[in-house]
């Protein structure tokens, strides 16, 4: 695969030449993240041929697996804001080294699998689900944490690639990836071809085997011509105490941010939602899958806002930063406003579309109307989250997420399900929408603030 080394060309400043760049940037990490967000989306669709019980499994397993890997993938997420800075600098070898650093944050991740992995079942056994779910939650988690390694590593590379804006390396490590999970869950799932059915195990396997093509292809073209020359990848190989401890430093927020907002999820689902019943719980996994159709294009764009500002940063023009997140910010917004409006409209078609059960459809149809009213919010937050972390700014968002997810989210969902039962699960649920319509009011507060301007990652 060749890959383009040279620049895009300067902006001239204005509003249309950046809303080209930034579409140009966009659209590669938005093929990324929906193409990540299917193999999620297969997963689920082939593990809900299953059942019901498979239904309420399969979202709250993810996630467990999502905030362990979290402190790895966040860090190495980082590697965005060294390399897109260093790039606008012109130190491209600086730029490289910091992605080798991220392989091997991710082999450091490999040793601590074992002893998750022996920590699952009592943890799970913890949340009092039904029998059925539990078996499949523990089944599962079990296996796809052996996929943490391969999923740190290739964060770095991916986050490597978006920095120096080559996303379509990524796109295309993805859509391999996609292919390969697609065929292992068809093939061990069902037992097709003389493979043995395995049921929601498979799903596990597959991902644990697309994660690991996908490193393996990011690594091979991180390694090729003409980067290899122009980057120095073969010759930046050496571990780096220093820009080790520049990746934990800054992307540490990153990670408390990160782990505190799945696991704000994952209790939301396991605990407060599961406390109404299997069928509210596959409702809430149902809806939340939807939700990715809304906010995985959203990321996409804010991937490249994190580049771009961190760019311009590197480059010395901060003004230039602050014009390009305005820009990212009205393209997400034109996407998740109409994707919030649809899911008020088409509620019950959509819910319909994964499950056949009366109640699950009638009560996801409900939990949507609360998903469409904070899908706007979701998108600010989103857009100006991304620009603080181009700059560099990451202990605020970690901060904000600490007390809003924690006090209002779930502690507002607790309290509702205690003191206003009447409310049902559209109390977690409403105090989800406050939450989310808080969190991006505070992200956009701070970014206008301006104390990014004065951070200095190295």
């Not at 393996?216 to 930046?236: D, H, Q, V, Y």
């Not at 409209?345 to 699950?360: A, M, N, T, Y």
């Not at 181009?390 to 600490?402: L, S």
């Amino acid at each position: 695969m060749e890959v383009s080394i040279t620049s895009p060309p300067a902006p001239a400043g204005d509003w249309r030449a950046e809303s080209r760049l930034m579409w140009q940037q966009s659209l590669p990490n938005i093929g990324l993240n929906v193409t990540r967000m299917m193999m999620t989306f297969i997963d689920f669709v082939m593990v809900a041929a299953l059942g019901k019980a498979a239904i309420a499994a399969i979202s709250p397993a993810t996630l467990f697996v999502l905030i362990l890997v979290a402190v790895g993938m966040a860090i190495t997420n980082t590697v965005t804001t060294f390399a897109s800075q260093a790039f606008g600098r012109g130190e491209l070898r600086e730029a490289s080294a910091y992605a080798w650093q991220s392989i091997y944050v991710g082999a450091a991740t490999m040793i601590a699998c074992y002893p998750l992995m022996l920590c699952v079942e009592p943890i799970f056994r913890w949340f009092g689900h039904e029998p059925e779910v539990f078996r499949m939650e523990v089944e599962y988690c079990r296996i796809c944490i052996w996929s943490m390694g391969p999923a740190v590593a290739a964060t770095g590379l991916n986050s490597f690639f978006v920095g120096i804006q080559r996303p379509r390396v990524g796109l295309i490590s993805v859509m391999a990836a996609l292919c390969v999970n697609a065929l292992g869950n068809y093939l061990l799932i069902y037992g097709k071809f003389g493979f043995p059915a395995l049921g929601i195990a498979g799903a596990a396997i597959a991902t644990v085997i697309g994660w690991c093509v996908r490193m393996g292809l990011l690594l091979c073209i991180f390694l090729r011509e003409p980067l290899a020359t122009k980057f120095e990848t073969r010759r930046t190989w050496r571990i780096s105490g220093p820009r080790l401890w520049n990746l934990l430093r800054v992307g540490s927020p990153t990670s408390v941010q990160w782990i505190l907002d799945i696991a704000a999820w994952f209790l939301f689902q396991t605990i407060l939602i599961a406390g109404f019943g299997t069928s509210a719980l596959a409702a809430a996994n149902v809806v939340i899958q939807c939700m990715h159709v809304s906010f995985m294009p959203a990321i996409g764009i804010g991937m490249t806002i994190c580049s771009l500002v961190g760019h311009a940063i590197g480059e010395g023009r901060p003004a230039l930063a602050v014009r390009r997140t305005a820009i990212g910010c009205a393209m997400i917004s034109l996407y998740m406003g109409p994707v919030g409006v649809a899911f008020v409209v088409f509620r019950e078609f959509l819910i319909g579309l994964f499950s056949s059960d009366v109640v699950v459809i009638e009560v996801g149809a409900l939990m949507l109307i609360w998903a469409g009213v904070f899908q706007l919010f979701d998108g600010i937050g989103i857009a100006y989250c991304m620009a603080l972390r181009g700059a560099g700014d990451t202990a605020y968002p970690a901060a904000a997420i600490f007390v809003l997810a924690w006090a209002v989210f779930l502690g507002g969902g607790w309290a509702a399900t205690r003191w206003l039962p009447a409310w049902g699960f559209h109390g977690p649920w409403a105090a989800c929408t406050v939450y989310v319509v808080l969190f991006g009011l505070v992200m956009w507060w701070r970014f206008r603030g301006g104390r990014w301007r004065g951070i200095k990652i190295a």
